[in-house]
């Protein structure tokens, strides 16, 4: 992997008098065709325009720097770590259904894989840039990896108060639902410090707090840990689903228990399966805006249920300044309570964006896999006041891009810059890196481990997408990845990856399953339940589809 990075330490004085970046459009999903920029003499449009009084690494003004790529050459986007989509998708397809394309988020797929990314020093992140030739005239795979710096010893982590917001409406009496989150929380209160507090909210058709923000404490009985217990073993199922009531009052819960100089935080635990009271993310979330404005309270959701209201969740928690993920069974909801809750509970960053600006002398066109509902405009970049997104410790976030290079492309490709807020002071900082033209001469088969993963999880989700009865996603396939693979050959792409580890086997049996209910392919261990090997990785290798 050949990149450089950059880092540019920006007060919030140099950014009086603003940034004019050239080119207002939104950077998500969509297919970006050069169509001007052609006389101007490379190098020009190496990086996002810099901010005012920052020059080069050496400290000078770098007139190569200086201008900004013509329209259509700039891509951002908020920074997204759910992976409530690809646990919902195994979910389903272990049912014997293809999951519905709307709740089908590619990013989402691609972020659920761990990634092995260099890790900065503090907070904040570090920036990487790779791809691979995917052999389809001339188009590529961009990979852009940013990670931020894990917590090495969980004793260092400021305290939590965590606001745990329940949903107990009829639709949790499903096996796998009400009972699973019972478990979840039991389990993960024993594992949190006696430094941290817990409050319990329960909403049906209306909206209780059952245990007040409590200090958890030493021991498993008699205090405050005793005391969540109790509450948690005495959640049962009742009536409707206003949702909009759990989350006010677990908001307003979670304020007056709010602890100066812990991290507070709700968590919301549902099917999200609105049907009472406000059922719109926009309508929940304005009555509980100046918490998260003011207090910096951030809501981490959690789905459950094999139906689920995946675009609500979605959106509540984009909105919430925090992010989504998806328990089917009780291994993933160890994972999540037990692992990744307790030891991400700080945050890293907040206000998160990403900018990655194409050379228009040697890209033709490009288009950002997925991030359709993070979108933010371009000259948002700089904007704190844009919503971004809020990243914690150890955690790597990825965005894939499809390329197209000019023909005998040669030179500076793409730089992609990351910008935050220091989690405390707010304070603004920027982090970048670049891609050369010749980064991109290896195929996939001999790509980064870690990218062929990404790009396997991006294919299957095109795939999804794509296998949609007919005329259910019309712009779906139009929208196809380059050098798309069937999800036959896609099976065998997986059983061939570098890494045979639950996650990649996991995969692997996700796919076959798309394979039996498509009918995509006769035959062949794809074919049998349960199949998780294949041929040797001599036969079939990554790519081997791909790489022409």
């Known amino acids: 992997m050949r990149t450089r990075t950059e880092r540019h330490g920006l007060l919030a004085a140099a950014m009086v008098g603003g940034l004019l970046i050239t080119g207002c459009t939104g950077g998500g999903g969509h297919d970006s065709t050069a169509t001007d920029g052609r006389s101007k003499q490379r190098g020009s449009s190496a990086l996002p ?56 988020r590619p990013e989402e797929f691609v972020n659920s894989f761990r990634q092995d990314y260099p890790r900065p020093d503090g907070d904040g992140f570090s920036v990487s840039v790779d791809g691979a030739r995917t052999g389809d005239d001339g188009w590529s795979l961009l990979r852009v990896g940013l990670a931020t710096r894990g917590e090495p010893d969980p004793d260092e982590r400021p305290p939590a108060a965590l606001t745990f917001v329940i949903d107990v409406s009829g639709s949790m009496a499903e096996p796998g639902r009400l009972d699973l989150v019972k478990r979840s929380l039991g389990t993960m209160t024993d594992q949190l410090r006696p430094d941290d507090s817990i409050a319990l909210v329960t909403f049906s058709d209306t909206a209780e707090t059952v245990l007040p923000m409590t200090r958890l404490g030493e021991s498993r009985t008699g205090d405050g840990r005793g005391r969540a217990h109790d509450a948690i073993e005495a959640l049962e199922p009742t009536q409707s689903t206003n949702l909009e009531a759990g989350v006010t009052t677990g908001y307003d819960t979670a304020v007056r228990g709010r602890k100066e100089g812990a991290t507070n935080r709700v968590v919301l635990l549902s099917d999200a399966l609105a049907n009472t009271g406000d059922t719109s993310a926009d309508g929940i979330l304005e009555r509980i805006s100046d918490a998260r404005r003011e207090h910096g309270i951030t809501l981490f959701g959690v789905g459950v249920g094999s139906d689920y209201g995946d675009a609500l969740m979605e959106r509540l928690a984009d909105k919430g300044d925090g992010h989504t993920t998806y328990v089917s069974n009780d291994e993933d909801a160890r994972d999540v309570f037990c692992e990744k809750l307790p030891a991400n509970i700080g945050l890293r960053a907040r206000e998160a964006k990403a900018q990655v600006a194409f050379d228009p002398e040697t890209v033709e066109r490009f288009r950002l896999i997925g991030y359709e509902n993070r979108e933010v405009a371009d000259d948002d970049f700089r904007d704190d006041s844009v919503d971004g997104g809020e990243v914690g410790p150890g955690h790597t976030v990825t965005a894939l891009y499809a390329v197209r290079t000019e023909p005998g492309a040669d030179g500076h490709l793409a730089t992609a810059s990351v910008r935050w807020l220091d989690p405390d002071g707010r304070a603004p900082h920027e982090e970048s890196g670049r891609i050369e033209s010749a980064d991109l ?41 380059p050098a798309t693979p069937s999800l036959r050959e896609l099976s065998g792409w997986a059983r061939a990856l570098p890494t045979r580890d639950k996650q990649a086997r996991e995969l692997t049996e996700a796919i076959d399953r798309a394979v039996r209910l498509t009918g995509n392919g006769t035959g062949g261990p794809a074919e049998d339940e349960g199949a998780t090997t294949g041929p040797p990785r001599g036969e079939i290798r990554p790519a081997d589809a791909l790489a022409g």
């Open 441 to 481: 001469d290896d195929s996939l088969r001999d790509a980064d481990e870690g990218l062929q993963v990404a790009a396997t999880a991006a294919y299957f989700a095109d795939g999804l997408r794509a296998a949609a009865p007919a005329g259910r996603s019309d712009r779906d396939r139009a929208d196809r990845l």
């Open 49 to 104: 325009a810099p901010a005012p009084g920052t020059g080069g690494e050496d400290g000078h003004e770098d007139s190569g720097r200086d201008a900004a790529p013509p329209p259509d050459y700039l891509s951002t986007f908020a920074l997204d770590v759910d992976t409530a989509s690809y646990g919902y998708a195994r979910r389903t397809l272990a049912e014997g259904r293809l999951p519905d394309p709307a709740t089908v």
